[in-house]
């Protein structure tokens, strides 16, 4: 529900509560992004490797703990799987990750950085200081050695 008020345009009011919040938006608020913003957006996500507006390399990462050896098993559209030598104990397998992550990609581990993840199988990592397309080849790269 909407209502006008002056120069605001006054999106949401719930007057049941005895606290009520009010939702204010400009008149000139869009709903959808620009199609610029989307088109731009695209450009910059492919599959599992993207870029932050910071211009920083944000891998999304499968991690599967407890293998015979680390290496990357496969490389897909929601994520790229790594498996993991290390157990999942005491962080561990996210040491491993970085460890490894940082010999296949040839930059040094202060440049990686686990930002999502810690607990999980599911993971976001940002490396600084590189591109989506060496990453994506470097990836690819490890791929084909252990196929």
């Known amino acids: 529900m909407f209502s006008l008020i002056g120069n605001i345009l006054v999106k949401k009011i719930d007057i049941r509560q005895t606290k009520f919040t ?15 913003l989307q088109e731009k957006k695209a450009d910059l996500q492919v599959g599992p490797v993207s870029v932050d507006k910071d ?33 999942p104990v005491d962080g561990q397998a996210n040491i491993e990750l970085v460890k490894y992550l940082s010999s296949v990609l040839d930059v040094k581990k202060s440049s990686i950085t686990l930002d ?21 080849e470097k990836i690819m790269e490890e791929i084909k050695n252990y196929s």
């Open 22 to 36: 009010v939702s204010v938006m400009s008149k000139k608020f869009s709903k959808k992004p620009s199609q610029h």
């Open 55 to 87: 211009g920083n390399v944000i891998l999304r990462i499968q991690a599967k703990p407890g293998a015979k050896r680390s290496q990357i098993t496969d490389f897909n559209e929601e994520a790229i799987s790594v498996a993991i030598s290390s157990p």
């Open 116 to 136: 999502k993840g810690c607990r999980s199988r599911h993971k976001t990592v940002i490396i600084i200081g590189s591109t989506p397309s060496i990453i994506t």
